[in-house]
Structures are given as structure tokens and as C-alpha cells.
Nanobody, 127 residues
Framework: QVQLMESGGGLVQAGGSLRLSCTAS????????RGWFRQAPGREREFVAA????????HYADYVKGRFTISRDNAENTVYLEMNSLEPEDTAVYYC????????????????????WGQGTQVTVSS
């Protein structure tokens, strides 16, 4: 099973930026579609962004569109989430995930389609 490790979370003021990284443990990472999700206290885990295995197709939730950018570097086994214009409502634990059993050429937005998950990284945005 692919092991995923997130980094880059922290505390930032509203309007600020953070860049999250997620590194996979093996080279087969490049075959998988990848996604970022987040979970705030008392809420369900929700979709943030996804990217196909080649990086040619990306998709964003409406509430982050225009502010967040997902990208990947397959040579480094890493996917990134650049977060700009952060708002207090973005406060959550952010998780990266990999779709290991379905097409890497498609975008997947539901948690049940993702077979591997990282441990999460906390993002806190102060007002």
C-alpha cells in the first residue's frame, strides 16, 4: 500500500498563504490520481482538489476555486496544494490521498474512491 506523508501545515493570518506537500513512498505513485481533502471539527471530510496522474486535468471544490492550486511532480513522488487568500473557514486538518484501484486518468471527488491516505496536517487560519 502506498504510504503518504503530508507537510507544510501551520498557523497563518487571514489573507495569507501556505503550501502543503504530500510525498508518496513508492514510484507507482505516478500511476495514481491524487486528491486533497479536509476535515474541520464536527464536520464530514470534504473534497478540496484533485489531479490526474499526468497532471493534465485538475478539479476544485467551489469554495477553494481561484484560491487553491493543486500540482504534482512525479519525479519527486510529490503532490502540492498551494493555498492563497486563506480564510478562517479554511481551518481544518488537510489530508492527501491516492486513488489506487481506479483509473489514474480520471478525477475522483469522493472519499470512498481513495485507497490510501496520509495522516493529515493541521491548517489554522486566524481572523
Amino acid at each position: 500500500q502506498v504510504q503518504l506523508m503530508e507537510s507544510g501545515g501551520g498557523l497563518v493570518q487571514a489573507g495569507g498563504s501556505l503550501r502543503l506537500s504530500c510525498t508518496a513512498s513508492e514510484r507507482t505513485f505516478e500511476d495514481y490520481s491524487r486528491g486533497w481533502f479536509r476535515q474541520a471539527p464536527g464536520r464530514e471530510r470534504e473534497f478540496v482538489a484533485a489531479i490526474t496522474r499526468t497532471g493534465t486535468i485538475t478539479h476544485y471544490a467551489d469554495y477553494v476555486k481561484g484560491r487553491f492550486t493543486i500540482s504534482r511532480d512525479n519525479a519527486e513522488n510529490t503532490v502540492y496544494l498551494e493555498m492563497n487568500s486563506l480564510e478562517p473557514e479554511d481551518t481544518a486538518v488537510y489530508y492527501c490521498a491516492a486513488v489506487t484501484r481506479y483509473s489514474g486518468s480520471s478525477i475522483w471527488t469522493t472519499t470512498r474512491m481513495y485507497g490510501s491516505w496520509g495522516q493529515g496536517t493541521q491548517v489554522t487560519v486566524s481572523s
